[in-house]
């Protein structure tokens, strides 16, 4: 696609609930990020994909979060049980793998607010 | 392991002035240095980036860095600036791609313009 997509680009969700966030980025991009951001924060990374697995998943903050890709293409961030402490913008990021090639081009984010 | 220091939180300068951002990495070897612009309700958007040769890098709307090996610094800076430059600005630090290109984000620098 043109760029990385994001979907959905806001979800609201009762505490305690599932929640799955997608993201679809650019065709050819081997490498996909995933960043949470706190109202009024910086970026905070989750986890990494070289293709289909995750070299680095050292940012996930608990066992509550997981994240999956397939096909080296579309990614889902997964938050079981959610708290309130989860609502943040939840950014996607994908780049080129190869040299000189991690220059990351990023998604609207998706807005999650846990009530 | 790789972290990016952004000491200033909040930067106030009059429109027209001069405008410094710092950027203080720890990486073992020769980074690839990014500065990204979050301006309000957007997503986050590329200045410019080094991977390496001159040390003076150009970017969109008017910005520079400069990379300073002994310093570990990566600086932004514009000569004059707008109220449009008014934003959040990252700095973020990648190792050298392939199957180690993760990506990490300092704390940000949030831009304020006075006319």
């Known amino acids: 696609g043109a760029g990385v997509s994001q979907s959905p680009s806001n979800k609201v969700t009762e505490k305690g609930k599932d929640v799955e966030l997608r993201c679809d980025p650019i065709s050819g991009h081997t490498a996909l990020y995933w960043y949470r951001q706190r109202l009024g924060q910086g970026l905070e990374f989750l986890i990494y994909f070289q293709g289909n697995s995750a070299p680095d998943k050292s940012g996930l903050p608990s066992d509550r979060f997981s994240a999956e890709r397939t096909g080296e293409s579309v990614s889902t961030l997964t938050i079981q049980r959610t708290q309130q402490e989860d609502s943040a913008v939840y950014l996607c990021a994908s780049s080129f793998s190869g040299v000189g090639g991690t220059e990351a081009f990023f998604g609207q984010g998706t807005r999650l607010t846990v009530v | 392991a790789q972290s990016v220091t952004q000491p200033d939180i909040h930067i106030t300068v009059s429109e027209g002035a001069s405008l410094e951002l710092r950027c203080n990495y720890s990486?073992?070897?020769?980074?690839?240095l990014f500065w990204y612009v979050q301006s309000p309700g957007q997503g986050l958007q590329l200045l410019l980036k080094y991977f390496s040769g001159d040390t003076l890098v150009q970017g969109i709307k008017g910005f520079e860095a400069e990379f300073k090996r002994s310093q570990s610094s990566f600086n932004l800076r514009k000569p004059s600036v707008h109220w449009s430059d008014a934003a959040e600005y990252f700095c973020a630090v990648a190792s050298g791609g392939g199957s180690q290109g993760n990506l990490i984000f300092g704390k940000g620098t949030k831009l304020s313009v006075k006319p």
């Open positions: 990486y073992g070897a020769t980074p690839y």
